[in-house]
């Protein structure tokens, strides 16, 4: 007799729901996506997607993050139509003590960081006008086009079975006792075996038609992406005015922090700011700007988990979510299916996000 092959339905269509779909499909389950919106997120396609372990200073979430960049190695092996851009990720925006201890710390845990002077940022990025003095180097660090990536796992998990929905809001969580038995849409209700929300910013707001409470900030950057231009840039640059990499087609993209100017002045000054990094002060062009809002659970870490006290209800939302997806959906898909919950994932579960240690990490990328 072969086990029935459970019935999972994902709400949200980002990186990190289409991790989950296409894992558990692949592994057998039949899966339903739903978005209210177009299926490849919000906070994803205004992501830097920057891939890393450079960012996050408590041990566990390091560790996290340097398997789910191994995660990204096996998911190219698995997905050819994935690609990521190990082009490695150049930093100065803390200051050179603060640099200093990183690195130390970073190098202690094995991780492949230097610190380079300004000789050697010239030579990583030749382009820029003024190579900081001191900054860290992690060669072995990436980018993807996080929507095409996105839109690569969903279409990978439709040719599995998986069905995916757009336009679709969820309203709620169905439930019944204390068992979440599916989700409520305006065209009536779904029933599934699990239920996962891997809303973004708005997992809470739903979380809480169950009955949870989850508190998730969305912080806005201003995200500036100018039209294609000839390469400028090799890798990614976290520079103190701004975090920016050049995307497959020659986009610049740049994130910052949002100030009180009205947002298209502050998104002209970030353009001559992009431009003044460059030796050769560029003539860019504009092509978007909008202030971008990434999901961070409180506390700053990711929530992973069956929801405590809600039977069938899995909740996903982190941020650094392009970094995390391929272990996210990889560990969430074990843990939904053979009950295995993944070591890494242990400090991170959604019980635990209410009494865990008060590390407040400032966001970056
Ligand atoms: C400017 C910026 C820079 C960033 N830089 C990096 C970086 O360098 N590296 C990195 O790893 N991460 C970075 N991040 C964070 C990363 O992009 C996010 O963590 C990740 O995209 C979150 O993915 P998600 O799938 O959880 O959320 P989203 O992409 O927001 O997707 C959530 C989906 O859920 C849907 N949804 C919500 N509510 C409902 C509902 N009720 N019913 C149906 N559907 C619903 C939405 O429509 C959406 O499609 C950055 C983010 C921003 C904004």
Do not use: C
């Amino acid at each position: 007799m072969t086990a029935r092959r459970p019935y999972i339905l994902i709400v949200g269509a980002g990186i990190i729901g289409a991790s989950i779909a296409w894992h558990a499909a692949r592994s057998g389950a039949r899966v339903t996506v739903v978005d209210g919106g177009e299926p490849g997120g919000i906070a994803t396609r205004q992501s830097l997607a920057w891939i890393n372990a450079s960012w996050g200073n408590a041990h566990d979430y390091f560790r996290l993050r340097v398997s789910a960049m191994e995660e990204w190695r096996r998911l190219e092996r698995d997905l050819p139509e994935i690609r990521v851009g190990w082009v490695g990720g150049l930093l100065w925006d803390l200051s050179p003590d603060r640099l200093r201890a990183f690195v130390a710390e970073h190098q202690s845990w094995g991780y492949g960081i230097r610190l380079i002077d300004r000789a050697e940022a010239q030579r990583i990025e030749p382009h820029l006008a003024e190579p900081p003095e001191v900054a860290i180097h992690v060669a072995e660090e990436g980018a993807i086009e996080p929507l095409d990536a996105t839109l690569a796992l969903l279409a990978a998990a439709a040719d599995l079975g998986a069905t995916v929905v757009g336009h679709t809001p969820v309203r709620r969580i169905a439930l019944k006792d204390d068992r979440a038995t599916g989700i409520v849409t305006d065209e009536g209700t779904l029933d599934a075996d699990v239920i996962v929300i891997a809303a973004g910013a708005e997992t809470p707001a739903l979380a809480a038609t169950a009955g949870l409470s989850l508190t998730v900030s969305a912080p806005a950057n201003l995200l500036v992406v100018t039209a294609p231009h000839a390469r400028l840039l090799r890798g990614l640059v976290m520079a103190p005015a701004l975090h920016i990499r050049q995307t497959a087609d020659g986009r610049l993209m740049a994130a910052t922090d949002v100030d009180d100017r009205d947002p298209d002045v502050a998104a002209r000054s970030l353009l001559e700011t992009m431009s003044g990094l460059f030796r050769s002060k560029p003539a860019l062009s504009m092509e978007s700007h909008a202030l971008a809002r990434r999901p961070i659970p409180d506390g700053g870490l990711p929530v992973i988990g069956y929801a405590d006290g809600v039977e069938g209800l899995y909740v996903a939302v982190t941020h650094s979510g392009v970094t995390l997806a391929p272990a996210v959906g990889r560990f969430a898909t074990r843990e939904i299916i053979d009950g295995i919950r993944d070591p890494l994932l242990a400090p991170f579960g959604v019980a635990g996000s209410r009494a865990r240690a008060k590390a407040t990490l400032a966001p970056r990328s």
